[in-house]
């Protein structure tokens, strides 16, 4: 009699793969906000040492000559009141008052020279 007995040896390999260690998805937060500089300055008023009464002399932003705009040179608000140029309701010179004056028409002095 013999007696066969089979060994049989299973080797169980157990692959162990790498364990998924936390891998998180690049994402953005936010909507991406477009760059606006602060410091923007388009050319709607003069520059500094304008000719006044030029067609350069003129602030765009308030359709007046930028020599004469009190809106931004308040220094001049007291020569215009001094000649008695001077709107107290609106703030403005009277000369430059479309509220007062709807009729009012300043117009940019032509371009000179060139
Ligand atoms: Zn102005
Ligand atoms: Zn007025």
Do not use: Y
């Not at 050319?43 to 009464?53: I, L, Q």
């Not at 930028?66 to 008695?84: Q, Y």
């Amino acid at each position: 009699m013999t007696k066969r007995i089979l060994i049989r040896l299973t080797l169980t390999i157990a692959l162990v793969g790498p364990a998924a260690c936390g891998n998180e998805e690049p994402r953005t937060r936010g909507a991406p906000t477009p760059a606006s500089p602060a410091a923007r300055a388009p050319e709607k008023h003069a520059p500094d040492g304008v000719t006044p009464g030029s067609h350069e002399d003129w602030c765009e932003e308030h359709q007046v000559p930028e020599s004469m705009c009190t809106r931004c040179n308040p220094s001049l608000i007291p020569a215009f009141k001094a000649t008695g140029d001077w709107c107290e309701e609106h703030g403005l010179p009277e000369s430059q008052c479309r509220a007062c004056n709807p009729d009012l028409r300043i117009e940019r002095p032509a371009k000179t020279g060139g």
